[in-house]
């Protein structure tokens, strides 16, 4: 692999000619994802620069999200995190997911009637004790769990749902489908949460791994509520994209 050299008669600091040399490269797709950059003292030698000046240039790559350092082994690339646009909009992750040509499986954990709990009832505005239908599933994309998301609709709004086959199925396909339940809007909260043992065991990360927790209620053209979640997110595969004009 070969680097520019460094203009030293230049006003640009040595470092940053070697940050924006590193960062070619990996824009580029020649440093790919967790793929190790040379040492510092490669570095150091490979540009005739002191350690100084690599370590400068490396903490900017850090702090850029391009790379990531791990201690005794030294700098790697950071993996790209996939950009999902439907915290803006009504459509699913999945659906960005699969335009953007990554393959989704959707794994039913659980389906079942109970009775809404107090944070289910305030969401959808119903009584509390009402039945609703409670669906647990595991995303994965290409292989890797992606997403844990936990559902609850009111039942008489969708009756027979705690039976319907939703392996691999999107819900609001099967909703607009089988009930005429068309989104009309929503509100979505993020927050940076931490999993508990169960959860973590499901997403194949530590209790310790910061994740996206995004809790949402969406409602129906005359203001019914029909549907509230709450999502974990992989936040180390994950970035979500607001464009506000």
């Given amino acids: 692999m070969t680097y520019p050299r460094l203009n030293r008669d230049g006003a640009e600091p040595l470092w940053m000619q070697l940050m924006r040399a590193l960062r070619t490269r990996i824009d580029s797709g020649e440093l790919g994802p967790d793929q190790p950059l040379p040492s510092e003292a490669e570095l150091s030698d490979m540009f005739s620069v002191s350690r100084t000046v690599v370590r400068e240039a490396l903490r900017e790559l850090v702090q850029q999200r391009l790379i990531y350092k791990v201690k005794g082994r030294g700098a790697f690339v950071s993996p790209r995190k996939t950009e999902l646009r439907f915290i803006g909009s009504m459509s699913g992750s999945a659906d960005d997911l699969r335009e953007s040509g990554r393959r989704v499986t959707t794994h039913t954990v659980r389906q079942a009637l109970g009775e809404a709990d107090e944070r289910e009832a305030a969401l959808l505005q119903i009584p509390l004790g009402e039945q609703v239908v409670r669906i647990r599933r595991l995303r994965r994309v290409d292989g890797q769990p992606w997403l844990l998301v936990d559902t609850a609709l009111p ?26 339940l068309e989104p009309a809007a929503a509100d979505r909260w993020i927050e940076a949460v931490f999993p508990d043992r169960e959860d973590a065991s499901m997403l194949e990360v530590s209790t310790s791994t910061p994740l996206l927790g995004i809790e949402s209620v969406a409602w129906l053209d005359d203001n019914t509520r029909f549907e509230a979640y709450y999502a974990l997110h992989r936040s180390d595969q994950t970035r979500f994209y607001v464009g506000i004009r």
């Fill in 155 to 180: 039942a008489r709004l969708v009756p027979g749902l705690e039976r319907a086959v939703l392996e691999n199925q999107s819900l609001y396909d099967v909703l607009r489908r089988r009930y005429g």
